[in-house]
C-alpha cells in the first residue's frame, strides 16, 4: 500500500465542534481516526458561534471526563426576557445536576484542538481539499481528497460526516435515501458582534418593533440579534440603524453606541434529515439537521449526536456489537424532533409575542399568553427550563 493510502477506523470529515468532539471522544476510548477539513487551524480558531453549552452537553462532557479540560465561562443561571422593555428574570438552573454554561463554541473549539492534537496526539488534517466518499454495500468505504502534497486515500470501516448544511456528506448519499423535512419562518435575524458585555442578565427582547437579542460571547463581547426581513442587506442596515433600533427594541435608552463587528444575515428554518446514516456513513450535527438560532440548540444538538455516536463505535469496535451504531438514526430523531420542536415554540413566541405584522393580533395575544405562563404557572416554568438545560 502506498504512502497516499491508509488505512484507519474512522474517517470524520469536518473539524467543527461535533467532528473534533467525536474525535476526542474516540481517542480516549483508543479507536483510531483521522478527521479532515478544508479549512486551516487559524480560521477554525477564530470562528464565532453559539454561547452555551447546555446542561446536559456538561454532563456528557463529565461522563467523557472531559469537562475541566474542554468546558469554561459561568454559570448560565438565568435569562431575561423583556417585552416592550420590561423585563422578567427566568431561572434556569433548577434540577439537581451540573448546570448549563456560557461556553462559547468558540472556546469549546479551541479547547478541543488544544486537548485532540496538542495534548493526545490526534490526526486532523487541514487544508484538505476535493472529499470523495465510496460507500458501497458490503465493502469498506474509501475516502479520497488532496491537498498541497497530492491525491490521497483512507480506507475506514465507518465515516462520519460532521460537515454542516454545504459539506460533501451528505450530498455523496444517493437520491432517494434521505428525506428532508423543513419549515421557514419567513424572516431572518440580522446578527453583529459588540465589544460590550451583557450586563446582569441575557436579553431576549420582545416588541413591537421586533424581536431582538443580546447573548454573551465572552466576557467583554456579546452578540446581538434584530429580527429582519429576509431581503435585508447591509445597506439596509448602517450602525446607526443598529444602535437604535437595539434601543428601541430593548427600551434601553442609556445604551451607547460602541463599533460593531462581524455583521451578517441568519435566515430562520428548521431543516431534518431523516434517516441520519446509510450503510458505512453517518450524518451528524448541521450535516443532517438545523435549527433555528432562538432555541440555542444546534450546536448542542451536534453534541449530542456525537455522543450516541461515539457510544456506538466503542460497542462495535472495541466490543464487536454493532447493535447501538445501527439504531443511530432511531436513538438520535426523537430526541432531536423535541428539540426542533422547542426551537419552533421559542421562535414563534418571541416573534409573535412582538410585532403583529406577520401574523396579526390574536397571534401576538396567544404568544404573549404563553410567556406569561413561563412565570405563573411552575409547570410551564419547570418544563422551559427543562427544555433550556437540554433535559427533557
Ligand atoms: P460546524 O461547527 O459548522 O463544523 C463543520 C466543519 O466542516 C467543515 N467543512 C468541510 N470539511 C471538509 N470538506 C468539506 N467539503 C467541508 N465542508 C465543511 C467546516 O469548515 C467546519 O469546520 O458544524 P457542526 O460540527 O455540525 O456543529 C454545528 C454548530 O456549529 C451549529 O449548530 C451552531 O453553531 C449553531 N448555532 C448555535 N448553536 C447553539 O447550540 N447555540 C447557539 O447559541 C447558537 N448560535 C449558531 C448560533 C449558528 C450560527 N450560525 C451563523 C451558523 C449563532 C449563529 C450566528
New binding site residues.
Partial sequence: MSSNHEKTNIVI???????LTLATFLHKSGIPCVV????NRSY?EV?Q????V?ARGVRMFERWGLADKLLGGPVAATIEYRLNGVGRVFEIAGDHGSPSRFCT?QML?NNLLRELIDSMGGDVRFD?DS?TIQNEEGQRPNVSYTDANGAHELTCDYVVG???D???SRTSIPDGVLTRYSHEFGYAWL?VLVEAPVKGHPIMAVSDRGFAAQ?PRGPQRS?YYLQCALSDTAEDWPDERIWNEIRLRTGDQALVNVQVHDK?F?PLRSVVYEPMQYRNLFL????AH??P?TG???????LHDVDVLAQGFVRAIAEGDTTELLRYSETCLPDLWKYQEFSVWMTDTMHDAGNARQHGVFRQRTARARLDALFSSPAAGQLHGDYLRGTV
Fill in positions: 470529515i469536518g473539524a467543527g465542534a461535533s467532528g479532515l477539513e478544508k479549512r477554525i470562528r458561534r453559539a454561547g452555551v447546555e463554541q473549539v484538505v472529499i460532521c460537515d454542516a454545504h459539506g460533501v446578527a447573548l452578540r451578517f441568519v451528524a450535527g448541521d450535516a438545523l435549527v438560532p440555542a440548540k444546534g450546536m448542542n444538538l451536534a
